[in-house]
C-alpha cells in the first residue's frame, strides 16, 4: 500500500449485486478502475489511465509529512519525486497549495507532472488545463466532465468581460473580486494555472498594487486564451461555437 493514494467508488447502478466497482490512483499510480467480488474477496483490474512513453511507477516515490504552522496548526504535505534524481543535496521544488472551505487535495495522478519529475532543475510550463482535477471531483464520465468545462468556459467568459469593464474603470475592488471568483473555479476544474494568476492578481488589488494589476490582467488574458483551446481539445463533444460560450476576445 503506498504511503498516499485515493480511493473513489463508482456509482452503482444495481442494487442486487455481489461485485461493486472502485478507482484508485496516487501521485505515482495512474487512475486504475477495479471491480471487487465481495463473497471471493477478488480484485479485477478493469483499465488504467494511459500514459505515453516508457512510464514506469517503481521510478518515483511519494512521502507524506507534516509542517506545523505559525499558529501551530498541522499542515499535510504530499511529496513525490523520481529515486533516482534524488540527492543529498538542495535541489529545486515546486510547492502548490490550496485550503479553502475546509477544502482537501487528495493525491491524484498527472501525466503532466511526471515530465517534471524527470527532468529537475528546467523550467517548465504547466498544462493550462489538468482535467484529472476536475475527474477527481465528479468522476471520469467524458460527458459530464465536457459538461463541467463548458460550463466553466461560459462562466469564466461572462467574468472575463466584467473583469475588462471593471479594469476601464480603474476600479480595483471589483477587480480583485471577479479575480476572486474564478481562483475558485479555475482550480475546481483544473485549469491552476489561471488559478494561481488570478490569486495573484487578488492579492495585487488587495495592496493596491497598480503596475502588478496591470500585469496581471495580461497575463490573465493569456492564460484565458490558452485555456479555451486546451478546453476545445478536451470537451468529447467538440469546440462550442455559439457566442455565449466561447470566452470572448481582449477588447483594445
Given at each position: ?14 442494487f ?5 466497482r ?16 465481495v ?48 540527492g ?93 471568483k ?11 494555472v ?5 490569486a495573484?492578481?487578488?492579492?495585487a ?17 493569456a ?21 455565449a ?8
Amino acid at each position: 500500500m503506498e504511503p498516499l493514494f485515493s480511493r473513489l467508488f463508482s456509482h452503482a447502478r444495481e442494487f442486487d449485486t455481489k461485485r461493486f466497482r472502485f478507482i484508485y490512483e496516487s501521485l505515482v499510480t495512474p487512475r486504475t478502475w477495479y471491480e471487487y467480488e465481495v463473497a471471493t474477496r477478488k480484485r479485477t483490474l478493469l483499465k488504467q489511465q494511459p500514459v505515453l512513453g516508457d512510464y514506469d511507477p517503481k521510478r518515483y516515490e511519494s512521502l507524506a509529512f507534516s509542517a506545523r504552522a505559525k499558529d501551530g496548526t498541522k499542515v499535510p504535505i504530499s511529496l513525490v519525486y523520481r529515486k533516482s534524481l534524488r540527492g543529498g543535496q538542495a535541489q529545486p521544488l515546486l510547492l502548490y497549495g490550496y485550503g479553502s472551505y475546509g477544502f482537501p487535495m487528495d493525491p491524484w495522478f498527472s501525466p503532466s507532472r511526471i515530465s517534471l519529475l524527470d527532468q529537475p532543475g528546467s523550467v517548465h510550463t504547466a498544462p493550462a488545463l489538468d482535467v484529472a482535477v476536475l475527474e477527481s471531483l465528479v468522476g471520469d464520465d467524458p460527458q459530464v466532465v465536457s459538461e463541467f468545462l463548458e460550463a466553466y468556459r461560459t462562466s469564466v467568459g461572462r467574468l472575463a468581460i466584467e473583469l475588462r469593464a471593471a479594469r476601464a474603470a480603474d476600479d480595483i475592488r471589483q477587480i480583485g473580486a471577479i479575480a476572486h471568483k474564478l481562483k475558485s473555479s479555475s482550480r475546481s476544474v483544473g485549469a491552476l494555472v489561471m488559478g494561481d494568476l488570478c490569486a495573484e492578481l487578488e492579492n495585487a488589488c488587495r495592496s493596491g498594487a497598480r503596475e502588478s494589476i496591470a500585469q496581471g490582467v495580461v497575463k490573465f488574458e493569456a492564460a484565458l486564451r490558452a485555456v479555451d483551446a486546451q478546453i476545445d481539445r478536451l470537451t468529447t463533444v467538440g469546440p462550442m461555437t455559439t457566442a455565449a460560450a466561447k470566452l470572448p476576445a481582449t477588447i483594445p
